[in-house]
């Protein structure tokens, strides 16, 4: 998954309005162009298959009562399934593509579920999984889903239909938000610190979970409201599906950290009487991340590295990429170790498979769908093309493309392709005519003028929308709208053609971002659109002093740090450590273990207070009426140094100019 976020405004379509508009405009019909495209997929695609369906059904013990899981008293209900009956037509509707649709589906099915003896899973929560392994006295949980309500729900659903065991064991299958993020609702703090309950990770996990939420955190949480489509209307003509599941869980974000790391390649642990053997896999879908074999009950958990459709190499709301090679190799280790002794391949999110013979298959198909996008995109590169002619060549053979779980609802072809090209080359394309070209609006200014002017281009522009071009009118409102926001005719022809590629998609995530593009196009940016908190308790106290610093860092402002020079000792009373900050050169960096002799300012508090004050729940000078933190040397420095950090806005422009000034 993805990155961190919070927050959903389930069936409810956002109500802001650009200055001087009456009302919303209502979403379009999907345009003959639409129509013939999702025929298309309809004539090529095998949507008569049924055995997805039963697979996704097989076990079913007793549904998430009524679809929804409540929130707190007079809140939003943290999870909501009623808004997706839609979704129960005979037949798609014209505005969503008919493989997704039926994606959309099968994300539907959730519930308790027995998948092997004593082996069960809560799928429909969340958009991930709980998988429970009932051991001799109690529960070995794997992962968590992204709230405490949702995991909390899932296992009360579990207890009302099973033995109410104690969970003696909680596993991390990757460092991503949606596996982890739910802990504090099936175990507490306390007990994991004692050992009363293991918590097991991949080796890294605490650094990954909590650092790619930081550093980048805002601007990836903005990118996956787009991925995501949070403030999207639930309906056929708005979010329908995530891919992986239907959509995020709106709750409460927990962090408890392991007490047991796996660290070396294949480590077997025995709990409560269940053998398990561990596989690490870092860097395959999460730079921290490993798969599980039990061999007693001949069930492979292959974590997110296998599921019902295309993953990532890169993920539009922004991340590292991701190596295929890499991702390929390790499912081939999988299938190789434990593919003749499995008889059920289950996941982190979606269904399983059983049979041995059809384990086999899928695994080799997901092994050979990473190898291929790897393997041929590399070719492609080395005779020379770009990502984005790669791309646009790029298809996969039939054996691959035929098959639902290997089709692009999450990643695509096209931006997996991408990715491979900049995992290698990076994002220049050897032109060096490419090599500085002019910031998005001063280009789109140019290109304007050079057609004729706006007048001319939005009338071609209609034209070409007529014929159904609509990549291209995309792509040429856009540069209407950066080269003139305020021009709404180029702004409704743009959401317009944005709008039918969204109904067109497969990819649920290019859908959402179509389709919030176009709503953002029409109505502005939501003044209070749902998105991360990536600065809050939980994920602060597992950063470490030296991560929280590097994050000070980012937001510095070098025009107003310029010509300046302070140095901060930092002194921890709980953890013990010691630090000193240098700015200097606009650039602020910082060295453990050490104090400097020529301070301008010297700080000793605790972590929990430095973490108080970082999310404003303090402030320095509170802190130090209460005896909670101690400064020496001048204290208008340390003012000054916490006066040049910026604030990040959780709302910045997207599909237009960025209004704030930045410097």
């Known amino acids: 998954m993805a990155s961190l976020r ?76 009623k808004p997706y009956e839609f979704l129960k037509a005979p037949e798609p509707a014209a505005t969503v593509n008919p493989s997704l649709w039926r994606q959309a589906q099968l994300n539907l099915n959730n519930g308790l579920f027995k998948v092997a003896e004593r082996v069960y899973q809560l799928r429909g929560f969340d958009i991930a999984n709980i998988t429970i392994v009932e051991g001799d006295s109690g529960l070995i949980v794997t992962d968590a889903t992204l709230t405490t309500q949702s995991a909390k729900a899932a296992l009360d659903l579990y207890y009302q239909h099973r033995p109410k065991k104690p969970v003696l064991a909680l596993i991390y299958t990757h460092s991503h938000a949606d596996h982890f993020g739910g802990a504090g609702g099936l175990i507490s703090e306390a007990d994991a610190a004692s050992g009363k309950v293991k918590v097991i990770a991949p080796e890294g996990f605490m650094e990954h979970a909590v650092a790619e939420n930081v550093i980048a955190g805002n601007a990836m949480s903005r990118r996956a409201q787009f991925q995501f489509g949070t403030s999207l209307p639930v309906s056929e003509r708005g979010q329908v599906d995530a891919g992986l599941g239907k959509a995020l869980a709106n709750g409460k974000l927990s962090l408890i950290a392991p007490n047991d790391v796996i660290k070396q390649p294949y480590e077997t642990r025995v709990i409560d009487g269940v053998e398990i053997e561990f596989h690490l896999v870092p860097g395959s879908e999460a730079p921290a991340e490993m798969i599980s074999y039990y061999p007693q009950f001949k069930v492979l958990n292959m974590a997110e590295d296998t599921t019902h459709n295309m993953h990532n190499l890169y993920t539009i709301r922004g991340a590292a990429i991701r190596d295929g090679r890499l991702w390929s190799k390790y499912i081939g280790e999988a299938l190789d170790r434990y593919g003749d002794r499995t008889e059920v391949v289950i996941a982190q999110h ?159 995530t290019w859908r959402n971002a179509y389709l919030l593009a176009a709503q953002e196009l029409r109505h502005g940016v939501p003044k209070a659109a749902p998105g991360a908190n990536t600065a809050n308790a939980e994920l602060l106290k597992g950063i470490s002093i030296d991560l929280a610093f590097d994050f000070l860092a980012v937001r510095l402002n070098a025009a107003k740090a310029e010509g300046k020079h302070i140095v901060v000792n930092w002194t921890f009373t709980e953890p013990k450590q010691t630090f000193v900050m240098t700015l200097e050169n606009s650039a602020l960096s910082h060295l453990a273990g050490k104090l400097s002799d ?66």
């Open 6 to 81: 919070m927050g959903r405004a389930w069936g409810v379509g956002v109500a802001l309005l650009l200055a001087g508009s009456a009302a919303l405009a209502e979403p379009n019909e999907a345009t003959p162009a639409t129509r013939a495209a999702q025929q298309q997929v309809t004539a090529t695609l095998p949507l008569g298959d049924r055995a997805d369906f039963e697979d996704a059904q097989r076990g079913l013990i007793a549904p998430l009562p009524s679809g929804v899981i409540a929130g707190s008293s007079g809140a939003a209900p943290v999870w909501d399934l």
């Open 350 to 508: 979606h269904w399983p498979v059983w049979g041995r013979e059809r384990v086999a298959a899928y695994l080799k198909k997901q092994r050979d769908l990473y190898k291929f996008i790897h393997d041929q995109s590399v070719r492609l590169l080395n005779h020379g093309l770009t990502a984005t002619e790669i791309a646009e060549r790029l298809k996969l053979p039939p054996t691959l493309a035929n098959e639902f779980a290997t089709r692009g609802y999450y990643g695509s072809l096209s931006h997996n392709a991408k990715a491979v090209y900049q995992f290698y080359l990076g994002w220049y394309d050897a032109n060096p005519a490419d090599l500085n070209p002019l910031p998005r609006a001063e280009e789109a200014k140019k290109e304007i003028d050079y057609m004729g002017g706006a007048a001319a281009v939005l009338q071609r522009a209609r034209d070409d929308y007529q014929a159904g071009q609509y990549r291209w009118v995309a792509t040429i409102a856009s540069r209407l709208v950066f080269a003139d926001p305020s021009n709404k005719e180029a702004r409704a022809l743009g959401a317009d053609a944005l709008e039918q590629l969204g109904y067109q998609a497969e990819a649920a």
């Open 598 to 663: 020529n301070a301008d300012v010297s700080v000793t508090l605790s972590r929990a207070t430095f973490d108080a004050i970082s999310l404003k729940q303090r402030t320095f000078l509170g802190a130090v009426a209460t005896g909670d933190l101690w400064i020496s040397g001048n204290p208008l420095k340390l003012r000054e140094l916490f006066a040049l950090f910026d604030d990040f806005s959780a709302d910045f422009e997207v599909v237009e100019p960025v209004k704030a000034s930045v410097q």
